[in-house]
C-alpha cells in the first residue's frame, strides 16, 4: 500500500507541473507602421499614452499586434515615428485562465514597455494572403488567419 502512495502521489505532482511552463523571451524586430500619441498639450510635449501598430517584419505574412503604451513608455519613446524598425523583446507565458499562451512586448528600442493585460485595445493577428486567380486573371484575394507551422517555427511567441 505504501508503494501505492508514492507512486500516486508521484505521479499526480508530475501532472501538476506538466502544464507549467517558464515564460519564453524573444528578441525580433518591429517596424513601427502606426503610431498616435494622446495627451500632448503642445506640439513636442511628452505623450500620456501611444498607441503603436507594430509589424513583425522577420515573420512570414502578415503579423502585427496594436499596443497601448503607458507615459512613462511615451516620455522615453518621445522620438519613435512611424516606419522606425526597432529591436523588441517579447515574453510569451501560457495563461491557464485564458487556456493558452500569451505574449506581451516588454521592450522596444531602449523603451521599457508595461502592457496591461486587461487593456481592451490591445489584440494581435495574423495572416498570410494570397490572390485568387481565375483562367489567368487575378479576380480576388484569399486571407488565412490561422497561424501556419511556417509562422510559429520563425515566430515562436504567436504559438497558442
Known amino acids: 500500500m505504501n508503494r501505492f502512495h508514492v507512486g500516486f502521489g508521484a505521479a499526480f505532482v508530475l501532472l501538476l507541473t506538466a502544464g507549467c511552463d517558464k515564460p519564453k523571451h524573444y528578441t525580433t524586430t518591429v517596424q513601427l507602421a502606426q503610431l498616435q500619441r494622446f495627451g500632448q ?88 494572403c494570397r490572390d485568387l486567380e481565375a483562367t489567368g486573371v487575378v479576380v480576388g484575394v484569399h486571407c488565412d488567419r490561422q497561424r501556419s507551422k511556417e509562422l510559429v517555427a520563425k515566430c515562436p511567441w504567436f504559438r497558442r
Do not use: W
Open 41 to 128: 498639450t503642445t506640439p513636442g510635449s511628452k505623450a500620456s499614452i501611444m498607441d503603436l501598430e507594430l509589424k513583425f517584419v522577420d515573420c512570414p505574412g502578415d503579423a502585427m499586434k496594436l499596443v497601448r503604451a503607458d507615459k512613462a513608455f511615451g516620455e522615453c519613446a518621445a522620438n519613435f515615428k512611424s516606419g522606425d524598425k526597432l529591436e523588441a523583446e517579447l515574453v510569451s507565458t501560457y495563461s491557464s485562465e485564458r487556456g493558452g499562451y500569451r505574449n506581451e512586448v516588454v521592450r522596444i528600442g531602449s523603451c521599457p514597455l508595461k502592457m496591461d493585460p486587461k487593456e481592451e485595445a490591445n489584440y494581435e493577428m495574423v495572416q498570410t
